[in-house]
Structure formats: structure tokens, C-alpha cells
């Protein structure tokens, strides 16, 4: 139980292009969602946390307007990187949390998508 | 703000020997501290946590104990296996027992490797 995936989990693309990443709950309804970036031989820096139905709230120095989440469902949430650029190639992790039952506050990540901005 | 900081590796050990992975933290208030775990190719998945000072957390032979005087939570296990080679995380949440308004901060990890 407490399985979260992602898709795509790697995919390339043009600079200037906008890339969608999904990340889904399967066995469990998520009331958060966390994304996190990671760069190479670097912690996992959360980037956002969405709220089912709310606006998700950003970490400092994170572009809203480049990286777009949505928390549309209680079992998926998407983040579009848009006009991507070289410097957006990164690792992106997110995870996912419900405050109901015995899951308790624990997150379970995703397995994450590696994003190559050509 | 909250940091957490890991031993430099890689580390590579031979199978049954004995493992120390440090981490240090600074917070504010009263954190509480996980290990997460990642295997090739999969999520990190929780490995153990403890949730305020004196406590032990404990899981598949793996142990970690919350010391507040020192600010650590330093991971070990007694006889390492090949199927341990991973990335482990030191991560904290800014309010005790990991509560709704809660956020995980990592450590940079570190990766294992057990020979055979």
C-alpha cells in the first residue's frame, strides 16, 4: 500500500517548451501533495506543497509562473514546467500525504523524473 | 532556518560490517527525524524516525537514536547486507510528531554500497 507514481519518468525536450510531470496517488487519497527538485549529489529541495482544491504555496525563490501545479483530484497532481531552459534540467521528486487513517502525516514519494532540457 | 547535514560519501563496505552514517541538524524547536532510504530506481521510502529527544527508532536492523545535546540522529546497523546498497536521507520536520502544517527538510544523502 502507500504507492505513489510518476509519469513520465524521464522525458527530453526543446528549449522553450512547456513539459507536464503527473504524479499520482494510487492506494490512497492525498490531502498534500509535495514537489521537490534534486540536483545532482544534492538534497531534495521542495519546491511546492498543493492542497486538493487550493493554490499551492511556493518556497522562496520558486517562479510561480514557471512551475505550474495543479491539485486537481485527491489522487493526482501535476507540475508544468513552462518555456523550459537548460537550467530546469533536473530530478523531479514529488510526494504525496494523507492526514486520514493509520497513513497518518507520513509522505510517500514518488520515484521521481529526470527532465533533460535541450 | 533548518538544515540537516550528512557524512560525505560514497561509502562502500564489505557485507557484515559495521555501518555509521552521521547526520547533524539545526532547527528551531522540537523536530522531529527520519531516515529515508532509496533504492535504484524506486522512491524514497521511510526507514525509521523518532519524534522527540531519547528516542530510538528501529527498522530492519537499522537503529537511530534522537540526541537533542548533540543535535544528531546518526544511523547504524550492526552487519550490513549487499541488498542495503542505497541512498540514505536525514530528513526533519519543522514541528514535532510530523504534524498537518509540517515540511521535511534533507539532508544531501548519502550513497551505500556493500560488496560482497
Known amino acids: 500500500g502507500a504507492v505513489v507514481s510518476q509519469h513520465p519518468s524521464w522525458v527530453i525536450c526543446k528549449s522553450g517548451t512547456s513539459v507536464k510531470i503527473e504524479c499520482r496517488s494510487l492506494?490512497?487519497?492525498?490531502?498534500?501533495m509535495f514537489w521537490y527538485r534534486q540536483f545532482p549529489k544534492q538534497s531534495l529541495m521542495l519546491m511546492a506543497t498543493s492542497n486538493e482544491g487550493s493554490k499551492a504555496t511556493y518556497e522562496q525563490g520558486v517562479e510561480k509562473d514557471k512551475f505550474l501545479i495543479n491539485h486537481a483530484s485527491l489522487t493526482l497532481s501535476t507540475l508544468t514546467v513552462t518555456s523550459a531552459h537548460p537550467e530546469d534540467s533536473s530530478f523531479y521528486i514529488c510526494s504525496a500525504r494523507s492526514l486520514a487513517g493509520a497513513r497518518g502525516y507520513e509522505q510517500y514519494f514518488g520515484p521521481g523524473t529526470r527532465l533533460t532540457v535541450t | 532556518g533548518d538544515s540537516v547535514t550528512q557524512m560525505e560519501g560514497p561509502v562502500t563496505l564489505s557485507e557484515e560490517a559495521f555501518l555509521t552514517i552521521n547526520c547533524t541538524y539545526t532547527a528551531t524547536g522540537y523536530p522531529s527525524l527520519f531516515w529515508y532510504v532509496q533504492y535504484p530506481g524506486e522512491g524514497l521510502q521511510l526507514l525509521l524516525k523518532a519524534t522527540k529527544a531519547d528516542d530510538k527508532g528501529s527498522n530492519k536492523g537499522f537503529e537511530a537514536t534522537y540526541r537533542k545535546e548533540t543535535t544528531s540522529f546518526h544511523l547504524e546497523k550492526g552487519s550490513v547486507q549487499v541488498s542495503d546498497s542505497a541512498v540514505y536521507f536525514c530528513?526533519?520536520?519543522?514541528?514535532?510528531?510530523?504534524?498537518?502544517?509540517?515540511?521535511?527538510?534533507f539532508g544531501k544523502g548519502i550513497t551505500l554500497s556493500v560488496r560482497p
Open positions: 530528513a526533519l520536520s519543522d514541528q514535532i510528531a510530523a504534524g498537518a502544517n509540517s515540511k521535511l527538510t
Open positions: 492506494d490512497f487519497q492525498a490531502t498534500t
